[in-house]
């Protein structure tokens, strides 16, 4: 199936406000995550200062990218697995648990970069994502998300 | 040993341009890390709007931090390695081959992060390196690092 709302679009407004995919972040990246077929699917294009040596991407901002693209196809997975339609309604949250990126080769700046996803395995509390980003049809970093539902502990700001 | 001056400060002005600790990248993060004793140190206070969920600081930044300061932790100890004083001249560029992030609780925002780092392994070629990150004195996320030394096919911008 294909969804023509971004997954990260469907996220409750109490939780939309993510640096790297909050649609309510005005200075963030805003990642687009969209259901491909079997996989999820984001296209996101580095701006020039985002670098880590002059001519190739600045390996965090890949860092971010996979996380995000991977918590999107966790939290698409879910509704799927439960019968829903993606843009029904809001699709659940999850956190990162765990991050894993292997840098293949360096990423040229000046192409849009592709990111493709998925789930590996899931049960109800967390998913596991394989990531790869590609630039130029060339795949240069591989990433996996450990997703996990997110916590009650994590739905109210912490007080200081 | 304590450095006066931070690690990423001593890297050649061709190669001092990454998003997340180059000097001369005006809109970066522009990280610090320093020796301090058998670690590296750097401290960075993230921006309101740099969160996962409110009152959260975004995994993304911190898998950022954790891998600058994992790679300027590898040029530090293959300077010490050499028997050559911090500061006495620039330090050597490594490129990130691997990232590992276990993010063992939510970071909560309104604080200085402290990240520490030792390196567990070395070669000529590589280095593993070990952080932690934390807030308020918990620490909220560790991290590896596998840094490589930078290779000649990144000393030239890429052609389109």
């Known amino acids: 199936?294909?969804?023509?709302?971004?997954?990260?679009?469907?996220?409750?407004?109490?939780?939309?406000?993510?640096?790297?995919?909050?649609?309510?972040?005005?200075?963030g990246h805003?990642?687009?995550?969209?259901?491909?077929?079997?996989?999820t699917v984001a296209r996101f294009t580095p701006r020039a200062d985002q670098?880590?040596?002059?001519?190739?991407?600045?390996?965090?901002?890949i860092a971010s990218l996979i996380?995000?693209?991977?918590?999107?196809?966790?939290?698409?997975?879910?509704?799927?697995?439960?019968?829903?339609?993606?843009g029904a309604g809001p699709v659940p949250r999850y956190v990162t648990g765990a991050l894993r990126v292997d840098y293949l080769a360096p990423t040229p700046v000046g192409h849009e970069l592709e990111l493709r996803s998925r789930v590996r395995e899931r049960n109800e509390?967390?998913?596991?994502?394989?990531?790869?980003l590609s630039a130029a049809?060339?795949?240069?970093?591989?990433?996996?998300?450990?997703a996990v539902r997110m916590?009650?502990?994590?739905?109210?700001p912490p007080r200081r």
């Open 1 to 27: 199936m294909h969804t023509p709302r971004a997954i990260q679009d469907l996220y409750p407004d109490d939780f939309a406000h993510c640096f790297g995919c909050g649609r309510i972040n005005p200075h």
């Open 30 to 39: 805003q990642l687009k995550s969209y259901v491909e077929g079997e996989e």
């Open 51 to 61: 670098v880590a040596l002059p001519g190739f991407v600045y390996g965090g901002l």
């Open 67 to 86: 996380d995000c693209h991977g918590i999107a196809t966790a939290a698409a997975a879910a509704e799927l697995a439960a019968g829903r339609t993606i």
């Open 125 to 132: 509390r967390k998913a596991v994502v394989e990531v790869a």
């Open 137 to 146: 049809g060339t795949v240069t970093a591989r990433g996996e998300v450990v």
């Open 151 to 156: 916590p009650s502990t994590m739905q109210q």
